[in-house]
């Protein structure tokens, strides 16, 4: 890839924040941001497949700044699919309505492996790296550009089970079935992602996020094994590879959705991110008091809450900054927006975010 220009960063509150310097005000962005309950998303996406837009860096790029040209948020996030990279190794995903993602042809047991591809994540996922450059040119500056990926848990959650679960029983099973062979997978996948985050600093992301949506399916024993070793060596990896390219670091999130607070605790004092997310069962002060004052936390409100009064949205958003304090802390819902959620809902939490 070639070196970019792009514009000089106006709005650098989410990397202050990220890096622990001091902040104006508190930043604010929010997961799925770019989605559905906004008009102008569900008008494009009338007129495309919803992994037609991902691989179309020019209707990527629309989405991403839909949300950006509507709100007074502080970061935008490029558009894409924490699944793009099942594909990568030669899986079938599909999105159906109504259901969500669909693998037609899981994973049933390791001899399946055999089945998945190592891909040259360059070419392979060379149109997410295109949207991002296009997406940076276009946000002329304005709020940096988060890039992301799944966690290999994740990743071999959906890989395995062959779609989203309230229980996810099968990728459960193998890690106690087969061990080794869920070994196999996670390192597979942890290497695909490094490169796939490189990809992503090189086109023009200012932060990463690895979104760990399954952490919920995992007690501390089994968070330390299969998702807190693959965290860590995806850190180590990214920033290695940078270093070795001569390509400046940029801060890294981690977000193990439903994780207990033992595991919060582990992944702070071990994984090495800047930055980590928390959903919404867990208390703000308890967690700056057990994850410690070197790492910037991100969250939490409660999806739902966007459902209540304005005027509570936004006290209650608020609440969350004197809550978490303003030093080290990003503000966000504890997971992404839901597809209904109010618009006003969305400018009074913003407003909230930035009033203290």
Known sequence: MTEHNFPPLKNDRLLRAARGEPVDKVPVWIMRQAGRYLPEFRETRSKSDFFTICRTPALACEVTLQPIRRFDYDASIIFSDILVIPQAMGMEVE?????????????????????????????????????????RQ?????????????????????????????????????????????????????????????LQVKAGAQLLQVFESSGDFLNDELFQNFSLKYLKLIREGVQNKLVEQNIPLVPMTAFPKGATLNSLEMLAKEGGYDV???????????????????????????????YASEAEVFERAAELVRKFGKHRYIANLGHGILPDGPITSVEAFIAGVHSV
């Not at 550009?145 to 848990?153: Q, S």
């Not at 910037?296 to 409100?301: A, D, E, H, V």
Request: aromatic content about 6%; some cysteine.
């Open 95 to 135: 999105m159906r309505p109504g259901v969500g993602p669909v693998l037609p042809e899981p994973l049933i047991d390791p001899s399946h492996l055999s089945r998945l591809v190592r891909p040259d994540v360059d070419k392979a996922l060379s149109y997410v790296g295109d949207a991002i450059t296009l997406t």
């Open 138 to 198: 276009s946000l002329q500056g304005k709020v940096p550009l988060i890039g992301f990926t799944g966690a290999p848990w994740t990743l071999m959650g959906y890989m395995v089970q062959g779609g989203g679960s309230s229980t996810m029983p099968l990728p459960r099973l193998w890690l106690y079935r087969y061990p080794k062979a869920s070994h196999q997978l996670l390192q597979l996948i942890t290497d695909i992602v490094i490169d796939y985050l490189v």
């Open 276 to 306: 980590i997310g928390l959903d919404w069962t867990i208390d703000p002060s308890e967690a700056r008091a057990r994850l410690g004052p070197n790492v910037t936390l991100q969250g939490n409100m409660d999806p739902c809450a966007l």
